[in-house]
């Protein structure tokens, strides 16, 4: 494969999990810009492995070494899992983290499809995504008006403030 189209894929993964990065940072949350182009980058990077295997162990490789694409993916998969489960807090009666973990997952997925080629499903996916994030975030309120429910409480204006309890979700 032409190395820029490698780059290319590689690039583009890195831009999209920043894209869905950068909203999770501005609600500082654990996982922010930097973890969110690092899953989409490997995760292309895994999947451009997996894709490529075959020609780069070439045609006198033994049949024991011929290349499963999908299983490279599925560890992705049970990769992030692991890592969405480590942003995901229990805090008194209520769960943090949920989205942050579920937008890994999403991220992850993005930078297969770049890795893959599939630049349309990837663009669309962020498109998708960040309306899941931005756009429904006030129909939740509306439909679960509990104070701290949504990723904080509310500050004076109605607007998402700190995380509940006055804590910073970021580690130290």
């Known amino acids: 494969m032409d190395p820029l189209i490698l780059i290319g894929r590689l690039v583009l993964a890195t831009f999209l999990g920043g894209?869905?990065?950068?909203?999770?940072?501005?609600?500082?949350?654990?996982?922010?810009?930097?973890?969110?182009?690092l899953v989409a980058l490997g995760a292309c990077?895994?999947?451009l492995t997996s894709v490529y295997a075959e020609e780069v162990l070439g045609p006198s490789a033994s049949p024991g070494a011929r290349a499963d694409i999908s299983r490279i993916a599925s560890q992705v998969v049970?990769?992030?899992?692991f890592l969405g489960a480590g942003v995901i807090m229990r805090h008194g009666g209520s769960v943090k983290?949920?989205?942050?973990?579920?937008?890994?997952?999403?991220?992850?997925?993005?930078?297969?499809?770049c890795g893959l080629g599939l630049y349309v499903a990837a663009g669309t996916t962020v498109g998708l995504a960040l309306l899941s994030?931005?756009?429904l975030r006030p129909l939740a309120?509306?439909?679960?008006?509990?104070?701290?429910?949504?990723?904080?409480?509310?500050?004076?204006n109605g607007k998402d403030g700190s995380p509940a309890d006055g804590e910073d979700s970021r580690p130290e």
């Open 45 to 47: 990077c895994f999947t």
């Open 97 to 113: 983290g949920l989205t942050t973990a579920a937008n890994l997952w999403v991220t992850a997925a993005v930078g297969l499809a």
């Open 19 to 37: 894209v869905l990065g950068v909203e999770r940072e501005a609600r500082s949350q654990a996982a922010g810009l930097r973890t969110h182009t």
């Open 78 to 81: 049970v990769g992030i899992g």
């Open 141 to 156: 309120r509306v439909l679960t008006p509990q104070h701290g429910r949504h990723g904080g409480r509310a500050d004076e």
């Open 133 to 135: 994030l931005v756009l």
